[in-house]
């Protein structure tokens, strides 16, 4: 049974349960992206109900200061509106909250732009935001990696006994583990600077050439809809990296000091993938983007322990001391030795 088509199958089959996992989170990051992409289109339409002559807002009127009573109300309603949201330890939150309450003129313009800011500011960083989403996606792929390889392991016997919880501390630890040069959670902020950047771009532009506000929506549209699959090539690949991270870990844990690369053949593998796949590396020199995936934004390519002969026969000797695990499920296993 110690064989290497085992792994192959196994292993296969866990990176595809990871990108299901991630599924589920992406489908919730949409929910949440198209609820503020809604939210900002509707505010740029009160603007234009507002302040358009011929369906049109000349950029000198977009410019124009907001009268003070305008002013009062901005801050009684949209600040107040805002202050109440969960963001209140959010640094950047904060900084915008604060340099808008102190100002006494405000063009129209700017306090679209806070409006919109504001809004984008709860998409990536409040409760339920993309980052939460992906924090907890990240988790679950990681978890269920670790011990479903665990498990693998134990039914193997080349593991035994009880496994170590991954407690929030280590995962807190784990997740902050920067890999590709920036956390993904300071990726994801990018990613909003990046929207807020380009939504601003495309207002200017509508007021300076007199759009439509049809023609304003769908540029607007177009520019939230880059960053949804921005997000989602960030999520398959973070996904990637955590689920092989997380079986590296195992195999480490298991006294396995190689692994070999397996990628999915098909007609969608990169030719990267192509060159890696059957590469056996040392455990030592495991290094994400090298020797390890993913190799690429949206890599498929997994990792399966490797034996060589001798340790196939040893551990062929220990399953056969062990045979109780074979009969179990993953749940059976899990509640006996893990919890
Ligand atoms: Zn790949």
Request: aromatic share 10%.
């Amino acid at each position: 049974m110690m064989s290497k088509k085992y792994w192959e199958g196994r292993s296969a089959q866990r990176e595809i349960e990871s990108q299901l996992i991630a599924s589920k989170y992406i489908a919730r990051m949409d929910k949440a992206l198209r609820e503020a992409q809604q939210d900002i289109l509707q505010q740029i339409e009160v603007f234009y109900a507002k302040y358009a002559v011929e369906n049109q807002v000349p950029i000198e009127l977009a410019r124009k200061y907001l009268t003070a009573k305008e002013v009062q109300a901005f801050k009684e309603t949209d600040l107040e509106r805002f202050r109440e949201l969960s963001l209140s330890d959010n640094p950047r939150y904060k900084l915008l909250l604060n340099e808008i309450s102190y100002r006494t003129r405000i063009s129209r313009l700017e306090g679209l732009n806070a409006q919109i800011e504001m809004r984008m500011i709860e998409l990536y960083g409040g409760l339920n935001s993309l980052q939460q989403h992906t924090y907890s996606g990240l988790t679950e792929v990681y978890q269920s990696t670790y011990y479903h390889t665990m498990f693998d392991l134990a039914k193997q016997g080349v593991v035994s006994g009880a496994i170590d919880v991954l407690t929030d501390r280590t995962m807190k630890e784990i997740l902050s583990y920067n890999w590709s040069g920036l956390e993904f959670s300071e990726r994801i902020w990018g990613h909003q600077e990046q929207t807020l950047a380009a939504i601003r771009k495309e207002l200017e532009r509508s007021f300076a050439t007199g759009r439509s506000i049809q023609r304003t929506t769908k540029a607007i549209m177009e520019v939230t809809d880059v960053s949804r699959s921005r997000a989602e090539t960030l999520i398959r690949t973070e996904t990637n990296f955590f689920h092989t991270n997380a079986a590296q870990q195992a195999y480490v844990e298991a006294g396995i000091d190689q692994y070999e690369i397996l990628a999915t053949l098909d007609r969608r593998t990169s030719a990267i993938c192509r060159g890696q796949d059957g590469q056996v590396y040392d455990e030592k020199d495991y290094e994400p983007g090298k020797t390890a995936p993913p190799f690429h934004p949206n890599c498929r390519t997994t990792t399966i322990p490797y034996f060589d002969e001798a340790e196939y026969m040893e551990g062929e000797r220990r399953q056969s001391a062990n045979g109780l695990i074979q009969s179990m499920t993953y749940e059976e296993w899990y509640d006996k030795y893990v919890k």
